[in-house]
Each structure stands twice: as C-alpha cells, then as structure tokens.
C-alpha cells in the first residue's frame, strides 16, 4: 500500500510538471471574432482594438489588431510603413493564402534587416466566419525563432473563432 501511494504521488506531480510548462490564458474576443492562447510567461497587454504579446526577452513580438472590413486595405498599408519605420524596408519572401481553424488567413512573409541582424516579419490577415477582420504582425530573429518554435507553433495552432458574446 505504501509503495502505491508512492507511485501515485510520483504520476501526480510528474503530470503536474508536465502541464506546469505548458501554462496559457485564452484570450477570447467577441468583438473581433478571434481567440488566441497565449503562453502565461509572455507578456501581454491590450488597449482598444490591439492585444500585444512578447516573449520575457521580448525577442518575439505579436501584435493582434482588429479592424473593420472597410478598413482592411489602410491598415495593411499603414501597418507596412510603421514597420519600415521601425525596421527600414521589407523584402518579401513568401505569400500564401490558407485555412486555420475556420479562420481564412492571408500571410505575407518579409524579412528586414537591423543593424546586420535578420528579422523575420508576418503580416496575416485572419477572417473569421462572421466576416471579421483581424491583422496579426510577427516580428522575431533566427534564434529567437528556434528557441520559441515550440509556442509559435502552438499559438498559430490556437487561432480560432472566438466564442461569441452573451
């Protein structure tokens, strides 16, 4: 009987720390049609129409703006201009059109280079079924890429509509 409860303490707490690792707050927005899960050791802060989530060493950066249908098109390019602001132009590498969960998504693959440091830059507009629009900007290195592709993956796997409000 000892040696059991032994045992059982030993699958409870290795379970425990298994999903102590994998600890993440949905974020779940009516308005924009969207929900995301983000892991709970980024840093995430929200004001108005645009949820920010960065990585503790703020080596990876998403950005979640909502915007109206009528405002996609200037977004995008208002989008595209502060980013070459802040990172000089972009060379686009990669487009593609996909289905993520529900969500049509638009991805426009760029990279930048700033002060001889190769960064990655994800423009995705997401549709949602409601014909809601929601544009997600990825920014992020080579190595930060490799040492969160774990999370990357399982944020991007997370995207689906949001569960609407009552």
Do not use: H
């Not at 059991?4 to 924009?32: P, Q, R, T």
Request: proline letters at 2%; hydrophobic letters at 40%; aromatic letters at 6%.
């Amino acid at each position: 009987m000892k040696n059991l409860v032994k045992i059982m303490f030993i699958v409870v707490v290795s379970i425990a720390l298994s999903f102590g690792s994998a600890m993440a707050k949905e974020y779940n927005d009516g308005d924009s049609g969207l929900s995301v899960t983000i892991p709970d050791t980024w840093k995430v802060s929200s004001e108005g129409n645009v949820l920010e989530a960065k990585t503790t060493d703020e080596a990876i950066g998403l950005v979640f703006e909502s915007v109206k249908a009528e405002d996609v098109e200037k977004a995008i390019g208002d989008a595209v201009k502060e980013i070459e602001k802040e990172l000089g132009t972009l060379t686009t590498v990669s487009t593609s059109e996909t289905e993520l969960n529900g969500l049509k998504a638009y991805i426009e693959d760029c990279t930048a280079t700033v002060k001889d440091v190769k960064i990655s830059v994800s423009v995705m507009l997401l549709m949602t079924p409601d014909k809601k629009f929601v544009l997600l900007y990825y920014f992020g290195g080579e190595e930060a890429e490799k040492k969160y592709e774990k999370e990357l993956t399982e944020i991007v796997q997370s995207l689906k509509p949001a569960v609407a409000k009552k």
